[in-house]
């Protein structure tokens, strides 16, 4: 894979909940605490809830992982379990045998485990994960649990970790006897932008990598505006980035990487999948004052194909998956792309190992204006474009009804031109796009 290609000890972004890799932002941090807090302390009911992908699971495994030796723990699952099977699941968790028992049994068999342990001198800790799935029979069971005491003290603290959901279970007026006794309550927010980024150069720096650029700067932003900030979604599409890359033969992962990523993924912006909002801003582009672009391809002199850029994104390369794909050995699988915005058109290469060139001279980023040739292989390709001026010309002249003269289109051209201007107060905008304003046009 990728690990000897970036020099890597372990792979970065894998789904896998290692607590190696536990990355603590400030509400990270806080329920990390509570739970040392709760293992610490015999009498405690802690309820920790999270969105999905937030890392729920990861804290959980780092505090099994740190739980003392004298200190018996039973981890739980809930997946769509029964009391009863509830029951047989914990009692199997403290090493106790209960197929032929039933619910009371059960009950009693665990009780005098939990009082053997609180005489031996060690803590019983009970983590139920996906609590979110619980019925309100296992909710009873637990509490029943809870409440167990010898000589003053209770016999079993219990970790409940879930989504939101778990909350409005417990909310409810019939399970006011269980909020009352939950003694912490802790909710784990998504990354905000800024972590993003210290999360994403935390998991590389604990798999081995030295490079501290690998990930440039700007794709940040993008990488939130796709994720949300869930953590699984950032391991998922970074570590797609980073195999495009290796194949690629790529040294650093650009926002271009993240966006094709995305692509490739089918991941639109995550407000947009999930209607939520979020703190990523885009510039828009009004389409009503984007102009007809297209490439024309020749080789030998012939005109052999012409593609019209009417999609934000045209790959080229040799691979067949490519929107223009291209015969010829000297051309990478994924050589090039054409990104447009608007009426704005940049020419990217992917690394590639023969390179794109504009005159004679190797590009990494242009930006295209008519008439540019450039050329992949043994093929050019001729960006035209019709401006918007051009546009509004033709529509002037044609448009006898109105009986326009030439001295007024210059009027009607600036009011559609305050129209299609980029709205610089930064609008939120629910599309996936990467901004490229700030590209250098003759970088």
């Given at each position: 894979?990728?690990?000897?290609?970036?020099?890597?000890?372990?792979?970065?972004?894998?789904?896998?909940?290692?607590?190696?890799?536990l990355y603590l932002s400030h509400d990270h941090s806080k329920v990390k605490a509570y739970i040392e807090y709760a293992m610490r302390q015999q009498d405690s009911f802690l309820v920790c809830t999270g969105e999905i992908g937030t890392g729920k699971t990861t804290l959980v495994n780092d505090a099994l992982a740190q739980a003392h030796q004298q200190a018996k723990v039973a981890r739980i699952q809930v997946n769509h379990?029964?009391?009863?099977?509830?029951?047989?699941?914990?009692?199997?968790?403290?090493?106790?045998?209960?197929?032929?028992?039933?619910?009371?049994?059960?009950?009693?068999?665990?009780?005098?485990?939990?009082?053997?342990?609180?005489?031996?001198?060690?803590?019983?800790?009970?983590?139920?994960?996906?609590?979110?799935?619980v019925t309100a029979d296992i909710l009873e069971d637990i509490r029943y649990l809870a409440?167990?005491?010898?000589?003053?003290?209770k016999l079993l603290s219990v970790v409940l970790v879930g989504q939101p959901e778990l909350n409005a279970l417990i909310d409810k007026p019939e399970m006011e006897h269980?909020?009352?006794?939950?003694?912490?309550?802790?909710?784990?927010?998504?990354?905000?932008?800024?972590?993003?980024?210290?999360?994403?150069?935390?998991?590389?720096?604990?798999?081995?990598?030295?490079?501290?650029?690998?990930?440039?700067d700007d794709c940040m932003p993008v990488i939130y505006q796709f994720t949300g900030g869930r953590i699984r979604l950032i391991n998922t599409l970074c570590d797609y980035a980073l195999l495009h890359c290796c194949v690629e033969k790529m040294q650093q992962v650009t926002r271009l990487v993240i966006q094709k990523a995305a692509n490739e993924l089918q991941w639109e912006a995550y407000e947009k999948r999930f209607g939520e909002s979020s703190d990523v801003t885009r510039f828009l582009l009004a389409p009503a004052t984007a102009g007809k672009a297209k490439v024309i391809i020749k080789q030998h002199d012939c005109v052999i194909d012409e593609v019209k850029l009417s999609k934000d994104c045209l790959n080229i390369g040799r691979q067949s998956d490519n929107d223009v794909p291209i015969d010829d050995f000297k051309v990478s699988r994924h050589h090039a792309q054409i990104i447009t915005q608007g009426d704005v058109s940049y020419l990217h290469d992917l690394n590639s190992t023969n390179g794109t060139y504009i005159d004679k001279k190797r590009i990494n980023v242009h930006l295209l204006r008519s008439g540019d040739t450039f050329t992949v292989g043994a093929y050019e390709f001729i960006f035209t474009q019709t401006s918007v001026a051009d546009i509004e010309s033709v529509h002037v002249k044609k448009d006898v009804t109105r009986q326009m003269t030439?001295?007024?289109?210059?009027?009607?051209?600036?009011?559609?031109?305050?129209?299609?201007?980029?709205?610089?107060?930064?609008?939120?905008?629910?599309?996936?796009y990467i901004s490229l304003v700030n590209v250098d046009p003759e970088s």
């Open positions: 894979m990728y690990l000897d290609f970036f020099k890597l000890k372990s792979f970065p972004f894998s789904l896998v909940s290692d607590p190696r890799f379990l029964s009391s009863e099977e509830f029951l047989q699941q914990l009692s199997l968790e403290f090493g106790l045998e209960s197929y032929q028992c039933g619910r009371v049994q059960a009950l009693d068999k665990l009780r005098q485990c939990l009082v053997q342990q609180f005489r031996s001198g060690k803590n019983a800790f009970l983590f139920v994960d996906e609590a979110h799935n409440d167990m005491d010898s000589q003053g003290k269980i909020a009352q006794r939950i003694r912490l309550r802790c909710h784990i927010k998504p990354l905000n932008p800024n972590e993003v980024s210290h999360y994403i150069n935390h998991r590389l720096k604990i798999a081995g990598s030295r490079n501290r650029s690998l990930f440039s030439l001295d007024q289109v210059p009027d009607q051209r600036d009011q559609r031109g305050q129209r299609g201007q980029r709205d610089q107060t930064r609008i939120r905008y629910k599309q996936p």
